[in-house]
């Protein structure tokens, strides 16, 4: 089962595969989507989660504070639903 992935505001959409990561399908999909560590510590794919739910595999890399601006750090995320992200650099 995938899900569909959309990034507001720039209103990109794109299906994530089962066991990959947010970022790994933008890319896979050509989305200039970015990165740079893929270890969740430069911050550079942090979007904003507007709806759905997303998992980590263990450690669990959000802080409190992240859990409650509700970040998501789409090289270790995984959806759990359909998503809309927003991410301001992110343009069609």
Not at 1 to 8: D, E, G
Not at 18 to 35: Q, S, V, W
Not at 61 to 77: G, N, R, V
Request: aromatic share 8%; net charge negative.
């Amino acid at each position: 089962m995938s899900f569909l992935v959309t990034i507001a505001p720039a209103q990109l959409s794109f299906t994530v595969k089962p066991d990959e990561t947010i970022l790994d399908a933008a890319l896979r999909n050509g989305i200039d989507f970015p990165n740079r560590c893929r270890q969740g510590v430069c911050t550079s794919c942090v979007c904003k989660l507007k709806s759905g739910e997303v998992r980590y595999s263990e450690p669990q890399p959000l802080t409190e504070l992240d859990k409650q601006q509700q970040f998501t750090y789409c090289c270790l995320a995984y959806p759990c639903t359909d998503l809309v992200l927003h991410h301001p650099f992110i343009q069609s």
